[in-house]
């Protein structure tokens, strides 16, 4: 062999030794929607490549589907069935109380990524005392985009919807719905397209998104809407803490500045798109969007008040203060509509 082939092989192999002293740390996050929703075709695709960029390609993340229903999800994480996973605690009936914060009616027009934005810099400050996310590690916040009410028939008023069968999740939502004297149905939102089209409910507590994803605008041609949604949804992303043992400090420390404010931004701005998407698909069927009333919004504020001051004295007793807390949200809120959108971090496919 000539000189050119001894250092070319002396290379490939230097190269290929290089490479197995660094052992890889795999992220196996557990998902629990389909395969077209925003958190598998957005969030953790781009997770996973700032991950591998702020590494060196040493950490990097496995996405695996259906491992559990989402109920089941946070404690799957603390048992190490999985490394990670998104919570929506909604589904958690009577552990989340504190994270209850951003759903709170708030009757401005803001975006679910400055949401999520203020409410991971709230939960950090104020909500992380509660420690209602015992066993996990929490590395992001998101807050879904307005929830409205989708109908068969065309609701104007509060009254209207009295005693009518509304699909509700829980959370302040399952709350709302008591306060104005509806029938809730607990139904996913996967099921609401076929409870709709059976006639089992008359409409749906659910966000913009669901009119696309869910075909919900297929069966519900009408949606009553009000600023900022009569309600949101609360997330977080959590770890299991032995991940961290898996990698160099430097390796966690790169993870998690790709982790807080930006993964919760991500989270926030795949819900904006995915409303927008469903919007629009709406629109294109014919939809009728009607907007609230004047007074029924002052109706509306009132219930709202009551269900944060009856908040505000339970979550005092996991030790959070609320007014302070509710107070640095919506400081936080206007600090993040003065900050640079993440879009311009995602990947174009």
Do not use: C
């Amino acid at each position: 062999m000539n000189k050119t082939t001894n250092l070319m092989i002396g290379a490939i192999a230097a190269a290929t030794l290089s490479t197995s002293t660094f052992a890889q740390t795999t992220i196996t996050v557990s998902t629990w929607a389909g395969p077209n929703h925003g958190i598998n075709t957005m969030v953790w695709p781009t997770w996973k490549a700032w991950i591998e960029e702020a590494t060196d390609g040493r950490v990097t993340v496995d996405v695996v589907h259906d491992l559990g229903p989402p109920a089941s999800q946070m404690e799957m994480v603390a048992d190490g069935i999985a490394d990670a996973t998104w919570v929506f605690h909604g589904y958690n009936a009577g552990r989340f109380l504190a994270t209850q914060l951003p759903e709170f009616p708030t009757f401005e027009d803001f975006s679910s990524e400055n949401a999520s934005a203020a409410y991971w810099h709230t939960h950090q400050e104020h909500l992380a005392q509660a420690d209602e996310h015992r066993g996990v590690d929490v590395v992001a916040a998101g807050v879904h985009g307005p929830g409205w009410i989708f109908s068969s028939e065309q609701y104007q008023t509060l009254a209207d919807l009295e005693n009518e069968r509304i699909r509700v999740g829980g959370g302040v939502m399952g709350d709302l719905s008591n306060a104005l004297n509806l029938t809730g149905v607990a139904l996913p939102p996967t099921g609401v397209y076929e409870a709709g089209s059976q006639g089992v409910i008359d409409g749906a507590m659910l966000v913009p998104e669901g009119l696309r994803s869910f075909r919900v605008a297929e069966v519900f041609p009408y949606t009553l809407t009000v600023d900022g949604g009569f309600y949101r949804g609360s997330f977080t992303i959590v770890v299991n803490p032995s991940i961290w043992d898996e990698m160099s400090a430097e390796d966690r420390a790169a993870v998690e500045e790709v982790s807080g404010e930006r993964l919760s931004r991500l989270f926030g701005y795949m819900m904006d798109v995915s409303d927008e998407r469903g919007v629009e698909f709406a629109e294109e069927q014919g939809h009728t969007f009607t907007a609230l009333g004047d007074e029924d919004l002052e109706t509306l504020r009132g219930i709202s008040n009551d269900l944060v001051d009856t908040w505000s004295e339970n979550v005092s007793e996991r030790g959070v203060d609320a007014q302070a807390a509710l107070d640095y949200f919506h400081q936080q809120l206007e600090e993040a509509a003065t900050q640079e959108s993440v879009a311009s971090l995602v990947p174009q496919s």
